[in-house]
């Protein structure tokens, strides 16, 4: 009888065993591989490998066996023909976009976008000689007056952080496509459970590995997922040649953490939601954003291209920075960080912190107002977490 592959599995079923490769011990849990390099059994074996002859590893920059099974469980919950792992979120972002530009090109993104995101297309990109336009999001005509016959790559984030705006993937692709450019889309807000990008049209879907498919705060590292062809044309040579790989002990720790992301971002999921339904309306709030709840501004786009709300939860407190500081610091279970995707619930003042590179012109357009806070869900009891909330907002 033919095997099953991965693939015929539910989402929940391929994050435990998808790309599993077992030594000769035939160990249970997946073996961490914390090596440089490999041997070869001839000098004719290590010339076939060399010429790729032969498969088979020969460095760790280039593949790792536990490197390859991270990689291989991504794609089978992606849906993707191709993953490469990477150091961090950044480092796939920053080689997924470069990787497809040269002097002359053109880039649009949505302007949303997380701050090292910015920095690459405004800055880095643009010393390089390759321009960029940055739009609204939401507004498809923005996007299609961007377009240039230069236009090579659109780059966006849906659910955006910190407003958890939500962008209409499967328009902006054809757009993109009607040109010849490529979607490159960061779905680190909606996880690969949620919101499956490449099904909508992009080329390219990224994640910062960090934050929920660790999910238990502990290391850095990131993905990218296309087509074959993509990843070849694009991504191989670049990642080989200039080294932001991850390493096996971050890939380890990540492939173990992908066994439990669909119990943790459902759990984290619900958590959230019942913050959002809570909160709504708070006599201290000017301002909540859920995707899941009928209010969402988009909330049609989130019932088309996403299976659930989001892990994350932002609110606006009356009274600007002053006030919202007194809320934050009167929390005692909820932790005041960056971060998001943990198993400890956290929150974040994007005005002071991960957005104050920006103007305040800017941080305005983007709806950042100092009241705002992001709030992320984890996986403590939701009646504590709702009780910390809701007594500090009775101290503002
Ligand atoms: C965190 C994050 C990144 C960057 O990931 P790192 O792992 O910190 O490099 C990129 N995009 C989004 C949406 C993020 O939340």
């Known amino acids: 009888m033919a095997q099953k592959s991965a693939r015929e599995y539910h989402p929940e079923t391929r994050l435990v065993h998808a790309g599993t490769l077992r030594s000769q011990f035939n160990e249970t849990s997946e073996a961490l591989f914390l090596t440089q390099g490999y041997v070869y059994d001839s000098a004719e074996q290590c010339e076939a490998r060399f010429s790729g002859k032969e498969p088979g590893y020969v460095y760790s920059r280039y593949s790792n066996p536990t490197v390859t099974m991270f990689e291989q469980r991504m ?9 490469r792992g990477t150091a961090s979120g950044m480092a796939a972002v920053s080689t997924a976009l470069m990787g497809q530009v040269r002097s002359g090109d053109h880039v649009v993104a949505a302007k949303a976008l997380f701050g090292s995101c910015r920095w690459i297309i405004e800055d880095w990109m643009r010393r390089f000689g390759v321009e960029s ?26 659910p955006t952080n910190p407003t958890l705006d939500v962008v209409d993937i499967a328009a902006v692709a054809e757009i993109a496509h009607s040109v010849g450019a490529r979607l490159v889309v960061d779905n680190v807000f909606a996880t690969p459970l949620y919101q499956s990008p490449l099904k909508l049209g992009a080329d390219c879907v990224v994640y910062s590995a960090t934050k929920h498919i660790d999910g238990q705060g502990r290391c850095l590292g990131g993905v990218i ?4 062809k993509f990843i070849q044309d694009n991504v191989h040579q670049l990642l080989r040649q200039t080294g932001p790989s991850i390493s096996p002990f971050n890939a380890w720790v990540l492939l ?20 959002a339904d809570t ?5 201290k709030l000017s301002r909540l954003i859920y995707p899941g709840r009928a209010d969402h501004p988009q909330a049609d786009i989130v019932r088309k291209q996403m299976r659930a709300g989001s892990t994350l939860c932002s609110i606006e407190i009356k009274g600007g920075k002053a006030a919202t500081f007194r809320f934050l610091n009167a929390l005692q279970l909820v932790r005041i960080t960056n971060n998001l995707g943990d198993a400890k619930s956290l929150i974040t003042h994007p005005a002071t912190t991960t957005h104050q590179r920006l103007t305040p012109e800017q941080r305005a357009e983007l709806g950042i107002g100092d009241g705002l806070v992001r709030f992320s869900a984890g996986l403590e009891h939701p009646d504590d977490v709702v009780a910390d909330l809701t007594t500090a907002l009775e101290r503002v």
Request: neutral net charge; contains cysteine.
């Open 225 to 228: 997922l296309g087509s074959e």
């Open 133 to 158: 336009t940055l739009v609204d999001g939401a507004d498809l005509d923005q996007w299609r007056k961007a377009m240039r016959k230069t236009t090579k790559v659109c780059f966006l984030e849906s």
């Open 256 to 275: 173990k953490g992908l066994e439990t992301l669909g119990v943790r971002v459902a759990r984290q999921t619900e958590t959230a939601k019942i913050v």
């Open 279 to 283: 909160l709504a309306g708070h006599p």
């Open 75 to 83: 794609a089978a919950l992606e849906g993707a023909e191709a993953a």
